[in-house]
């Protein structure tokens, strides 16, 4: 009886454990192929992860490509524009020049004042009693010199005005801005609270922009009435900013820092070149002293020169000669920065 039961016992036992490994031989090429589906499935995430990185960098990397394009094409128009109003600026025409000069007058008006400074300095001459050859020179330098420098002279002195002033102009802009102010409310102030020239310069870009005309060009035809290249910097800096986009503030405000440092720059060759021109002045100025000074002393000695025809030439040829050095030495003293 005992017998019988352990034989059934391990017929029992041997029965379920053949009925587990059966179950186990199904069930574990199920598990197996499950595993392989989630490894599968988690290669197939993570390369789609990949993927969509991969994708996010190559849109980056051409946004900013295309970024530098846009900036890069901006940059070339901005250079063939530049170029043409270099030109206009070196050899730029009378009617140019007088508006440069800050004057309100005609052409017509410019040859008229230039005929009348013309003849007086041809009666200038004859009252002082100089020869009849030196008039026809008189006449020229009166009529084509005298009104021109005068021209030149103020052009220069309001480029000096403006360049003084427009760092200021530029940080008005600056807190303009920061302080939630559009771009065009603070060209208006400009136009209305700054000094001169200043003033009259933002106040033609609020012209433009009332005649329909962008912000972005109105700036940068500001070179075309103030021929210095700083004018042509803030004009760059709206144009790139309104096609390119970033911080107007902050481009504005290294605007400032470097139209200031270029003025400290220009002040201290200015200073490092104050003793040459001294000097120059110095010897430009002494044949006439000494010649006043041997007048005094004895005129006979030095009459003829202002007497005899031989005199006349050596006086002409020590004009040009003088004025030749005078010329070099002021190219050799000017710097451009």
């Not at 004042?113 to 009693?129: D, E, K, P, R, Y």
């Not at 330098?141 to 000096?160: D, H, N, Q, T």
């Not at 107007?248 to 200015?270: H, I, Q, T």
Request: aromatic residues 8%.
């Amino acid at each position: 009886m005992f017998g019988l039961d352990t034989s059934m016992l391990l017929f029992v036992l041997l029965a379920a454990c053949a009925v587990g490994g059966l179950a186990y031989a199904i069930l574990y090429r199920n598990i197996e192929n499950e595993e392989k589906a989630s490894r599968r499935l988690e290669t197939i995430k993570a390369a789609e992860t990949d993927r969509n990185i991969v994708k996010a960098n190559r849109d980056r990397v051409a946004e900013a490509a295309k970024r530098r394009k846009s900036v890069q094409d901006s940059l070339n128009d901005l250079e063939a524009k530049q170029k043409s109003r270099d030109t206009n600026m070196k050899k730029p025409p009378l009617k140019v020049q007088l508006r440069q000069a800050g004057l309100s007058i005609s052409i017509r008006k410019f040859y008229v004042f230039s005929a009348v400074c013309g003849i007086g300095c041809t009666f200038l001459v004859l009252f002082l009693g100089a020869p009849l050859l030196v008039v026809p020179g008189a006449f020229l330098a009166g009529m084509f010199g005298l009104p021109r420098w005068f021209v030149g002279f103020k052009r220069s002195r309001r480029i000096k005005g403006f360049l003084n002033e427009l760092p200021n102009a530029l940080d008005v802009l600056v807190r303009s801005v920061k302080s939630g102010l559009p771009l065009h409310d603070g060209v208006r102030l400009i136009a209305n609270e700054s000094p001169e020239p200043v003033r009259t310069e933002f106040r033609r870009i609020v012209e433009s922009q009332n005649l329909g005309m962008s912000l972005p060009e109105a700036s940068l035809r500001m070179q075309e009435t103030m021929p210095c290249p700083e004018a042509g910097f803030f004009g760059i800096v709206i144009q790139i900013q309104s096609q390119a986009g970033g911080n107007l503030s902050e481009a504005l405000g290294n605007l400032s820092k470097v139209l200031r440092d270029r003025k400290k720059m220009k002040a201290k060759v200015n200073a490092l070149s104050m003793e040459a021109k001294a000097s120059a002045a110095i010897i430009g100025a002494l044949p006439f002293i000494v010649a006043f000074l041997v007048y005094l002393s004895s005129p006979g000695y030095i009459a003829p020169l202002f007497t005899t025809s031989a005199g006349h030439l050596i006086l002409i040829v020590s004009a040009i000669w003088m004025s030749m050095g005078i010329f070099v030495m002021k190219k050799m003293m000017n710097f451009e920065v």
